[in-house]
């Protein structure tokens, strides 16, 4: 898969991904803000600052404006925020493009942020947070992420405390936008029908970037705070809930984003919870009826990375899962793996990855990311090479410098209230 990168002279980059035989096309505005960015008074704005942005803006000045627009081009539009990262995507037919780079600008660099509006948002985002606190198979991710960061920027839900989308205002916005939206952090990728043998040359596309995008005034941005590991001991954090299931996540501490071993640890990550056929889902679901779904996963940021395995499992016998759980991290540590398994987990992750790559908003979200965070744009194949690099041994390196007694975390979701109680569970030599 080819793309092509430029920077427009205000910073901005532009990275277009032509997807052969697509009609669509995906334009996707990622900025290199979110969360880790707030501060504590306004924990949860990056996440509120993305709904505002659909709301009206100077020239549809409505909702409805917007939404109209887009389901009058049979388009989707959405949003995510994450803790490092913000992004806004249109995905239309191709014919499109222009009105997609019009609207998303538009949204960008115009939005109106009615106080009217933000008062009836506050209601809608309050009961997001609301959701979650009653998802535990959601909310447990948050909370583990809560114990392994602290009360740090890193370690807040992206969705914020709910005393802060109570009081938040509009200059709040505004003065969010001056600190951390600029085109020097900020990604324009399209991705999909577009490029040689469409009418959307590489220079009738930067032709609309600039229109739309080229007179942005550039800035100097605010960066968030590094975070550094420091864990001496294993730590446990329980959440009280009356629910019929309970719900975990049991982890380590790992790799950082651009790690070297960060495809070895994938791999690692998808022979012990990476399918049906992993490790921990036979031996924690089909062989002893522990739970019903289990999976791992890793969240890795520029500075710091977790691995986790999360499950939802029987609450009175969730001590005989987390033993199950510690005892596979365990044998992988022991050269256990076998070439089999190496090579099924292999093509467990391209094939996914390949599946992924079907739908240009896929393909949009990882040029952006990489360029974004990475610096450094790896093509899929690329991505695949390092992943059928990886070896045995690899894998076994891996395992030894990651599972470690010290830097394990739990999280828990359910009818109990002493810590203590699972503390003791931890023993992982």
């Not at 995906?26 to 709301?55: D, P, Q, W």
């Not at 029987?314 to 256990?336: C, T, Y």
Request: glycine share 6%; net charge negative.
């Amino acid at each position: 898969m080819q793309y092509n990168k430029q920077t427009l002279p205000n910073n901005l980059r532009l990275v277009t991904i032509p997807v052969p035989g697509v009609a669509s096309v995906t334009v996707l505005l990622m900025v290199g803000a979110g969360s880790r960015y707030e501060e504590k008074n306004i924990n949860g704005i990056s996440h509120f600052l993305e709904h505002m942005a659909f709301k009206g803006t100077q020239n549809r000045p409505s909702a409805l404006a917007i939404s109209s627009l887009i389901d009058g081009i049979g388009g989707e539009f959405n949003a995510f925020t994450s803790k490092d990262h913000t992004g806004y995507y249109i995905k239309a037919a191709s014919q499109h493009l222009p009105l997609q780079l019009d609207v998303l600008s538009d949204m960008l660099l115009h939005s109106k942020f009615d106080a009217n509006e933000i008062e009836k948002e506050r209601g809608v985002i309050i009961e997001e947070i609301n959701m979650y606190e009653d998802t535990p198979m959601r909310k447990v991710g948050d909370l583990y992420e809560n114990l392994l960061y602290g009360d740090t920027k890193l370690g807040r839900d992206i969705s914020g405390r709910k005393e802060v989308i109570k009081s938040v205002k509009r200059e709040d916005f505004i003065q969010y936008i001056d600190r951390f939206y600029g085109p020097a952090n900020t990604i324009v990728a399209i991705a999909g029908g577009v490029g040689a043998g469409t009418k959307w040359s590489q220079e009738k596309i930067l032709e609309l970037v600039e229109q739309f995008l080229g007179r942005w005034k550039t800035k100097k941005v605010q960066q968030p705070e590094k975070v550094t590991d420091k864990q001496d001991e294993p730590q446990v954090l329980v959440k009280y809930k009356d629910t019929q299931q309970a719900h975990l996540c049991l982890g380590f501490r790992s790799y950082y984003l651009t790690h070297p071993s960060r495809y070895k640890l994938g791999v690692l990550t998808a022979i012990l919870g990476g399918g049906m056929s992993s490790r921990l889902f036979i031996e924690v679901r089909e062989r002893r009826g522990l739970a019903y779904y289990v999976r791992s996963s890793n969240e890795q940021y520029v500075d710091v990375g977790n691995f986790v395995t999360q499950a939802g499992v029987d609450v009175a016998r969730i001590d005989d899962a987390i033993k199950v759980m510690l005892e596979e991290f365990a044998k992988v540590r022991l050269n256990s793996i076998t070439n089999e398994e190496l090579v099924k987990a292999k093509e467990y992750l391209k094939g996914r990855f390949v599946l992924e790559l079907e739908d240009s908003r896929n393909v949009a979200a990882l040029f952006s990311s990489e360029e974004l965070l990475e610096e450094d744009i790896k093509t899929p194949q690329d991505i695949m090479k390092e992943i059928d690099s990886v070896t045995l041994s690899d894998v076994t390196r891996v395992a030894n410098d990651i599972f470690k007694h010290d830097t394990l975390n739990l999280a828990v979701i359910g009818p109990y209230k002493e810590e203590e109680r699972f503390r003791k569970l931890l023993k992982f030599e």
